[in-house]
């Protein structure tokens, strides 16, 4: 079954998906894949209907819009670690250094 996703699926946010359903009850039986455009492909190893598919896509949608969140903060923190001063201070130290030719050590 393909699940269409709306932003297109990033491999990190798909990656952290994959995590949280290996750890859900509901999902651990079923393997899932990204589709290259846009979404995921369900596979299961019975009929949908031995599932129990009541309130399952609103638990898929749960869990991506979860790894959503962990990615954007992953990022978030990322891009405040490049930003702080001391980053920012290294960065001019190293640029200079290397216009001049010298070592850092």
């Known amino acids: 079954m393909d699940l269409n996703t709306e932003p297109k ?3 990190a946010v798909f990656d952290h998906f994959q995590i949280e359903a290996a750890h859900n009850a509901r999902l651990k039986n079923i393997a899932f894949s990204k589709l290259e ?3 995921l492909i369900m596979h299961t190893g019975a009929l949908i209907d031995s599932v129990n598919p009541e309130g ?3 638990l898929i949608e749960d869990l991506l819009t979860e790894a ?3 990615v954007a903060r992953d ?3 990322t ?3 490049t930003n702080s001063p001391e980053n920012q201070k290294n960065t001019i130290i190293e640029a200079a250094a290397k216009k ?5 050590k």
């Open 9 to 11: 699926l990033e491999q």
């Open 37 to 39: 455009n846009s979404g």
């Open 56 to 58: 399952l896509a609103s």
């Open 68 to 70: 959503e969140s962990i």
């Open 75 to 77: 990022c978030a923190a």
């Open 79 to 81: 891009k405040q670690e």
């Open 100 to 104: 001049l030719g010298i070592p850092i």
